[in-house]
């Protein structure tokens, strides 16, 4: 889980926050429910109606009030307007939050269903990750959030909303992938006749989505493959996806559209051909289920070594990891950590003694040994502070996405990946390739057997 999407635009596409970037969420890209959608959205949230609440939405037996999607359209309108951008048509804004907030609605439903809960512990680190991820302590983060009209407890309510969102995909989804033992070999027996390299390549990528389901009528198709084709054109021009968002947030994927680096055989299939041949530069719309996808190659690179017997450099490394919580704050984790590299320094202690009276990991019992790491093994701001450490030293005090840490380097090596290794990476990649589409189908079953009536 890579991505928090603290509300569809609001503090994804359009936030001055940036918040879309917490550790271990990745937040799902929900599509309306097809072919339960009325077109009645039209709605004036800024007539006198909007003083008096209506019904917009009913999922199941819950409802989506007219003041709960005014408040969230009002919202992201406020954040736009204080950055400089234009606004959106405000029809096609309303009906894209309401839909995100009707699939939001439904699997939230199926989670509450299925006895996924979250504990406060959860939330608070969650939280906590988000406002160091924007460069602020959770205080401040929290007044800046004020500002733009989002409450702490709201704030609070969306995290917990988004977590359980992840929980339930990875119960519903995730665990449910399957990969034969079959197609590893098929996987590896490929890469061996296409001669592919142990720095297999990477791939930075934009992906933005015009939505189109399979049963949009003729009309609506031919209007979202012309708005397809036209932001083809300024990708290929050179315009920025940040420029193109600004105008059009309801095309973002992953909140800003930027997909990162991946290995070409760990994107969606659809995608693979593409993004697996193309240069930089290079922009292709590809047709899905969903609608219209337009990809831009924004790099490639050589990636770590995992599928064959070149060898690659390893590290053994051994940690110590304080959680804030409840009952530690950062100031205190901050302080116990360099408590224990004092009298590591001092020769009061071991590093092992140090790890199993202060570390909050499983690492704890073995002295905070974390046996051989490949390259990719470990979050990159732990990897950073590792690589840059000479045999035998201590990083000082840092802190990365789970909590705060101090490292030493142990030995380093250079080593083929075991064949062990090598089929475990290659399970990865396929369960990769095989998730995005997985979710997908697992969301259209969903629509299907959720009763969805709009009423604007």
Same mark, same amino acid.
């Not at 680190?125 to 924007?134: E, I, P």
């Not at 995909?169 to 996987?187: G, L, M, P």
């Not at 360099?338 to 570390?359: I, V």
């Not at 998730?435 to 969805?452: K, N, P």
């Given at each position: ?333 901050? %302080? &116990?950590?360099?408590? /224990?590299? @004092?009298?590591?320094?001092?020769? !009061? #202690?071991?590093?092992?003694?140090? =790890? ?55 030995? %380093? &090596?250079?080593?083929? /990946?075991? @064949?062990?290794?090598?089929?475990? !990476? #290659?399970?990865?990649?396929?369960? =990769? ?24």
């Amino acid at each position: 889980m890579k991505h928090i999407q603290y509300w569809l635009f609001a503090v994804t596409a359009f936030s001055v926050l940036g918040i879309a970037q917490a550790q271990g969420m990745k937040a799902p890209s929900a599509n309306p429910p097809a072919g339960k959608l009325s077109s009645e959205l039209g709605g004036s949230g800024a007539s006198g109606k909007s003083t008096i609440d209506g019904i917009v939405a009913v999922v199941n037996t819950d409802i989506i009030t007219r003041s709960e999607l005014n408040r969230q359209v009002a919202l992201i309108e406020r954040q736009m307007s204080r950055r400089g951008a234009p606004l959106p048509d405000r029809i096609e804004l309303r009906k894209q939050v309401l839909d995100r907030m009707v699939m939001d609605r439904a699997q939230l439903q199926k989670a509450e269903e299925l006895g996924i809960r979250i504990d406060d512990t959860q939330i608070e680190a969650a939280m906590a990750r988000v406002a160091d991820q924007n460069g602020l302590p959770l205080e401040d983060f929290l007044a800046r959030l004020q500002e733009e009209g989002v409450s702490p407890a709201r704030f609070r309510e969306e995290v917990r909303s988004e977590i359980t969102l992840g929980r339930l995909r990875e119960r519903e989804v995730e665990a449910r992938i399957q990969v034969s033992d079959a197609e590893i070999q098929n996987y590896l027996a490929a890469r061996t006749k296409s001669g592919a390299t142990a720095n297999k390549p990477e791939v930075n990528w934009i992906q933005l989505l015009v939505k189109a389901p399979n049963d949009a009528s003729g009309n609506a198709l031919s209007q979202a493959r012309s708005k397809a084709e036209a932001i083809e054109k300024e990708l290929k021009e050179g315009k920025s996806v940040e420029d193109i968002l600004k105008t059009r947030p309801e095309l973002a994927i992953e909140g800003t559209g930027q997909m990162g680096w991946s290995g070409y055989d760990a994107v969606p299939s659809l995608f693979n051909e593409f993004l697996s041949k193309s240069q930089a530069n290079a922009v292709q719309t590809v047709r899905s289920p969903n609608g219209f996808h337009v990809l831009k190659v924004l790099g490639r690179r050589e990636g770590a070594a995992a599928l064959d017997n070149t060898p690659v450099t390893q590290t053994r490394a051994r940690h110590i990891l304080i959680r804030p919580g409840p009952d530690i704050t950062e100031a205190e984790a901050k %302080r &116990r950590l360099n408590f /224990a590299l @004092e009298q590591l320094r001092g020769g !009061a #202690a071991t590093f092992d003694t140090l =790890a199993k009276r202060y570390s909050q990991d499983g690492s704890a019992a073995k002295g905070g040994d974390l046996g051989w790491l490949y390259p990719g093994d470990t979050v990159p701001e732990f990897e950073r502070e590792m690589n840059q450490l000479a045999t035998g030293n201590v990083s000082p005090v840092f802190q990365s996405r789970f909590g705060f840490h101090i490292i030493q380097v142990v030995e %380093r &090596r250079q080593q083929a /990946a075991s @064949e062990e290794r090598q089929r475990q !990476a #290659a399970r990865q990649a396929i369960r =990769a390739s095989k998730s995005e589409e997985s979710y997908q189908e697992w969301l259209r079953q969903l629509r299907d057997a959720t009763f969805i009536e709009i009423r604007l």
